[in-house]
């Protein structure tokens, strides 16, 4: 079945295991951050269009719900071997619509994507019940059961991650979901359920691609739809709440994050100037909920550290994203530019604020032409300014130095966020009090990584509700446990 219009650059959106435009046959452009060019474009669906996808899962959920949950994952094992025959492909048109570089971004997102597929296809066993303790005459068990039709709405910044976070686990369990795109990158996702479609009855993966005003919204105000599960904005969580309340709807959220990196005077300095890099996302523009935007420097290490920090992050090479040679790509829009250019200004106008590196786009050459922003670290902060409070979603470190343990444990909590932080340390008795007393759902010690398959994870505060990546995830945000009791006394007794 054709998925591309006429014009090749003409995409459609999967609904009901059929390759279809909007109804009005409106259409949204989706951009190349490199240079600015138009890749795409992608059915701009409305409330009647997620109508009809919701109708589509809703049908097609009673037989999904009956496959045998090992059958399920098997599918789902199968999606990710077809993917894996793809990862090139995939990959490049990852990197061409986020802005992500290729080697270190997209290829690794889309293995990683594979995996998860494979992780959640073996868990169809796992789907288990209990049986409880209420004595001989008395049978009383706990079914799991799959909710119904899965709302899934996604972010840019790590598409195909998400996507694959939402529909492996939801599917496993026996739902079926109608999956929101994000509108600046919807073509991996339309290529993954292009290639998913093979292995699944119609209508149990359905992929809108549209705004978030309108065909979040309608996917959010459909009376079907029985679960929500949203990554994105905080602001936007809250909307999505909002849409649960009338009808109690499960709802799971991965929100944004102002992360920590609390650096300890005995830290490996090598491992830990090169743990900062990472755990602020450096190569992915700073574009991560979980990029570790605040980095608390203990006084005795501050200027040190620093230098060898700042060398560091002058080495990291801006480019094309889809070249090997690329570290860092661009940032996903125009409007995201903008942000970060406005926080950085605003961060440097504050007494004792210290540009170390970055501070600006580059101006000159092909770079110029596209929405690249230079690394940029801002040292002399305190965790009061606004460009260490709020998330800039871009390359901008801010350093605060702290003395007293207790009081930059304060600090680091000091936030309404709390989804991941970092702490860095010889002594692990130390590093380990630390992680035990800051309020994040995910604390790496004396490393870096990104989450993977089997992670609980997920945030405290307004970083979020609910957990993902996880067996435990999987059973809390898409199943629901009925327990049935059965009173055995009584019936005939044969001797
Ligand atoms: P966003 O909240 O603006 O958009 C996210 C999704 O919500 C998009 O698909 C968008 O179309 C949709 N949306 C927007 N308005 C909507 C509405 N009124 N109703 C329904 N849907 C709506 O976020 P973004 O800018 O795309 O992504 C960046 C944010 O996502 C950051 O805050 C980041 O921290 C967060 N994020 C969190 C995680 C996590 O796992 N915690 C992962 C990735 C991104």
């Not at 972010?155 to 492996?168: E, G, Q, R």
């Not at 523009?285 to 420097?297: I, N």
């Not at 990104?450 to 809390?476: F, N, V």
Request: net charge neutral; with cysteine; charged share 20%.
């Amino acid at each position: 079945m054709d998925r591309t219009g006429a014009d090749s650059r003409d995409q459609k959106m999967f609904v009901g295991g059929n390759w279809i435009d909007a109804i009005d046959g409106e259409r949204l452009p989706v951009e190349n951050p490199f240079d600015c060019s138009v890749v795409a474009y992608v059915p701009r669906a409305r409330a009647r269009d997620v109508d009809r996808s919701v109708a589509a899962a809703a049908a097609a959920f009673p037989g999904w719900r009956q496959v045998l949950p090992r059958e399920r994952g098997r599918a789902l094992i199968k999606i990710a071997d077809a993917i894996e025959k793809e990862i090139e492909r995939l990959a490049r048109l990852l990197a061409t619509e986020t802005g992500n570089a290729l080697r270190t971004q997209a290829r690794p997102e889309i293995r990683g994507a594979i995996d998860i597929f494979r992780y959640f296809g073996g868990l169809g066993s796992e789907l288990r019940g209990s049986t409880l303790p209420f004595g001989e005459d008395v049978l009383s068990y706990t079914r799991r059961e799959p909710i119904g039709v899965v709302g899934g709405i996604i972010a840019w910044n790590a598409p195909v991650t998400l996507a694959s976070v939402k529909i492996a686990p939801a599917l496993c369990a026996g739902n079926t979901i109608v999956l929101k795109a994000a509108e600046d990158a919807p073509l991996t996702v339309l290529a993954i359920a292009e290639i998913a479609q093979n292995f699944l009855p119609a209508g149990v993966l359905n992929v809108l691609t549209g705004l978030g005003e309108e065909a979040g919204a309608a996917l959010l105000n459909n009376p079907q739809v029985q679960k929500f599960s949203f990554t994105g904005s905080t602001e936007v969580g809250r909307l999505v709440l909002q849409a649960a309340a009338p009808r109690i709807v499960p709802t799971s959220l991965e929100l944004g994050g102002k992360n920590p990196c609390i650096v300890f005077p005995d830290a490996d300095q090598d491992a830990a100037t090169d743990g900062a890099i990472a755990a602020m996302r450096f190569t992915r523009q700073g574009q991560s909920c979980t990029a570790g935007s605040r980095l608390f420097l203990h006084h005795s290490i501050h200027d040190a550290f620093l230098d060898k920090l700042v060398k560091k992050v002058s080495t990291i090479h801006l480019g094309n994203p889809i070249d090997e040679e690329t570290d860092a790509g661009t940032l996903i829009n125009a409007k995201r530019h903008t942000m970060v250019t406005s926080y950085v200004k605003e961060g440097l106008a504050q007494r004792d604020a210290k540009l170390l590196t970055g501070g600006s786009p580059p101006t000159e050459g092909p770079l110029s032409k596209g929405y690249f922003y230079k690394p940029t670290i801002i040292a002399g902060a305190t965790n009061d300014w606004r460009i260490a409070r709020e998330e800039v979603f871009g390359p901008v470190m801010v350093v605060i130095p702290w003395k007293d343990e207790d009081e930059v444990v304060k600090m680091a909590n000091d936030t309404h966020y709390g989804l991941a932080a970092f702490v860095w340390g010889r002594d692990i008795a130390v590093a380990l009090r630390t992680a035990h007393r800051l309020e994040a759902g995910w604390i790496q010690v004396n490393q870096a990584g990104g989450p993977a398959a089997g992670h609980s994870y997920g945030g405290y505060k307004q970083s979020g509700i609910g957990k993902e990546y996880s067996l435990e995830a999987m059973l809390d945000s898409y199943t629901l446990t009925k327990n049935v009791v059965v009173n055995l006394q009584g019936g005939p007794k044969y001797s």
